[in-house]
């Protein structure tokens, strides 16, 4: 039976456009900008609305104060009717005015045809309840005063002053803030549009650097300019670039000599498996027990070449990984570890051991086979017999050192730099087992570690390979 093939249901949205774009960083630093500004703005203009609006109020009930005061001490006083009226109430401009009793009612016998409007307040002023008033009315669009009538108890004199000139100054104080507030956002939209275009010039180049990285794998360093943030970042994306490259060199090496050393192996097996082959065919020369046992011998030993060459090759590539996760190493366990293996293959050779106590924080695992590859090379070179000094002892700089001498022929003068280097083998070690990894490998672990690797000669007369390491004595 057929299944049947269940298809992705695409996403519909309900208004029936597409998905939404993310706004550009560009857009994002301008509309910032623009709305930084229009924010300072914004405040700016009520502080500044609201001050004019007080100071403007604040004149308007001056002057009625002023004006409320002159005629109440005006010592100019004439009788009208039953009331006292000062003269300079006759003098009053553009002020509406009148003296009220308790009940709102003129104490004029004929009322100002222009009155001041009357409300509770003015009431309460004129009946005592009050010592004074000072209100803004909303029906008439005018600010009102009302004081005590000192020359005639229970009257109150009321002042009102028209807002018309107020308002509309008022009016045109927020339309030049809300012009200067329209100029000034455009003006930082355009400022940050200008700045983000200017600012992110360079990444859009480390972008494009990037990209084209992606694109054609070219791990060339990106120019740098300037000495900024950006610069700074571009430096450290070029020093990425080195590591990539280098580690893509390694790689291209590494398989490069490995399809070296794998060669000669791999040509004796199929030359000697072609002699077996044509062997048993019918009619073909047939193989004496002595050449049949010689390639046959000749075969495991070219399959243990292979199996040791791939195994290191490993162990290489498993040391390049990035490892996050260290722990505390007792640098003697790791040691004596690797010596009861090298003592079970060392025949009779012996080991001359002096180790120091020494905490590390690493891999228990790499280390103990670089240090068993130390001690593996040593006893390939040293006569039967001979004897393998190892020692391990701080240096008082905050590192230890893993000595490892043995009694061989030592390392000639022009093969000295070059012992670590993969697949190296100088002329002595080209007719002795080995893939010419060994070495690399406790190289490639002590650097993995912080620390190096030396070779030297030993007062023995053979070789003399350390590895130094830092740490903290145990």
């Not at 009793?101 to 222009?114: I, K, L, R």
């Not at 002595?290 to 040791?308: G, N, P, S, V």
């Not at 007719?431 to 023995?460: D, F, M, N, W």
């Not at 053979?462 to 903290?472: E, F, I, Q, Y």
Request: hydrophobic share 40%.
């Amino acid at each position: 039976m057929s299944q049947a093939v269940t298809e992705p249901v695409p996403v519909i949205r309900v208004d029936g456009g597409s998905a939404p774009r993310r706004m550009s960083l560009r857009a994002r630093v301008t509309l910032l900008a623009a709305a930084c500004v229009a924010g300072v703005l914004a405040l700016v203009s009520l502080g500044a609305y609201i001050t004019v609006y007080n100071n403007l109020y604040q004149q308007v009930d001056d002057e009625l104060i002023q004006q409320a005061n002159s005629v109440i001490n005006d010592p100019q006083v004439v009788q009208t009717g039953g009331l006292r009226i000062p003269t300079y109430i006759t003098r009053l401009v553009d002020v509406r005015f009148d003296l009220i009793v308790g009940d709102g009612s003129s104490a004029f016998e004929s009322a100002p045809s222009m009155r001041p409007p009357i409300g509770l307040d003015e009431r309460e002023v004129a009946s005592g309840q009050k010592t004074s008033s000072i209100r803004t009315d909303q029906n008439t669009d005018s600010r009102v005063l009302a004081v005590p009538y000192r020359y005639q108890p229970g009257v109150a004199l009321v002042l009102s002053q028209p807002l018309d000139a107020t308002k509309q100054t008022l009016r045109e104080l927020a339309v030049v803030l809300a012009l200067i507030g329209g100029g000034g956002i455009v003006v930082a939209a355009l400022a940050g549009t200008a700045v983000a275009r200017t600012g992110l010039r360079p990444v859009e180049r480390l972008t494009s650097a990037t990209e084209h990285i992606a694109r054609t794998g070219d791990l060339r360093p990106i120019p740098i300019s300037g000495d900024d943030e950006l610069a700074r970042l571009t430096h450290s994306f070029n020093t990425m670039l080195g590591a990539v490259a280098e580690s893509q060199d390694r790689q291209r090496q590494l398989v490069a000599d490995a399809g070296h050393e794998l060669r000669t192996p791999l040509t004796s097996l199929r030359t000697n498996l072609e002699l077996l082959l044509s062997a048993s065919r019918s009619g073909a020369p047939s193989l004496s027990e002595k050449d049949r046992a010689e390639i046959e011998t000749d075969i495991k030993a070219q399959l243990d070449e292979l199996t040791q060459l791939i195994g290191d090759l490993v162990e290489l590539a498993r040391q390049d990984e990035p490892r996050t996760e260290f722990e505390r190493v007792e640098l003697v366990e790791v040691v004596e570890r690797a010596l009861d293996r090298a003592r079970r293959r060392a025949g009779e050779i012996e080991f001359d051991v002096a180790l120091q106590p020494w905490v590390v924080t690493g891999d228990a695992g790499a280390l103990e086979r670089a240090v068993l590859n130390l001690l593996d090379n040593a006893v390939k070179f040293s006569p039967p017999e001979s004897r393998v000094r190892v020692r391990m002892y701080p240096l008082g700089d905050g590192t230890a050192v893993i000595e490892v001498a043995d009694s061989g022929p030592g390392i000639a003068d022009e093969d000295l730099p070059r012992v670590f280097d993969r697949f190296y083998r100088s002329s002595e070690a080209r007719t002795l087992p080995g893939s010419g990894l060994g070495l690399a490998i406790v190289k490639q672990a002590a650097e993995r570690h912080g620390g190096a690797a030396y070779a030297g000669r030993a007062s023995e007369g053979g070789a003399l390979l350390s590895l130094r390491l830092p740490g903290t004595p145990g």
